[in-house]
Nanobody, 124 residues
Framework: QVQLVESGGGLVQAGGSLSLSCAAS????????MGWFRRPPGKERQFVAA????????YYSDSVKGRFTISRDNAKNTVSLQMNSLKPEDTAVYYC?????????????????WGQGTQVTVSS
């Protein structure tokens, strides 16, 4: 199983930007779908973005589309999430995940390895 460690979270004002990074170890991520999820305060974990292993096809939740960008570097075994135009409602713990597939109807279903999460707080 692949181990994942997120970094880059912090406090930012609304309208600002943050870049999250996820470092993988134990296995190469080159054959995994990689994703970012988040858990806002008092809410369940929700899908943010995913990127496939083969053609790098990306998927985004409607709430972040156009503001967030997911990318991967298989050679460095890392996945990143560039977050722009941040809003207070983006405040959450952000998790990196690795899996075998992405499903738009069950976004969490294909992911089996999870990081510990990194806190992102957006002030108004």
């Amino acid at each position: 199983q692949v181990q994942l460690v997120e970094s880059g979270g912090g406090l930012v004002q609304a309208g600002g930007s943050l870049s999250l990074s996820c470092a993988a170890s134990g296995r190469s991520i080159s054959n995994y779908v990689m994703g970012w999820f988040r858990r806002p305060p008092g809410k369940e974990r929700q899908f943010v973005a995913a990127i496939t292993w083969n053609f790098g096809i990306t998927y985004y939740s409607d709430s972040v589309k156009g503001r967030f960008t997911i990318s991967r570097d298989n050679a460095k075994n890392t996945v990143s999430l560039q977050m722009n135009s941040l809003k207070p409602e983006d405040t959450a713990v952000y998790y990196c995940a690795a899996g075998t597939y992405y499903s738009s109807t069950q976004p969490l279903g294909g992911f089996s390895s999870w990081g510990q999460g990194t806190q992102v707080t957006v002030s108004s």
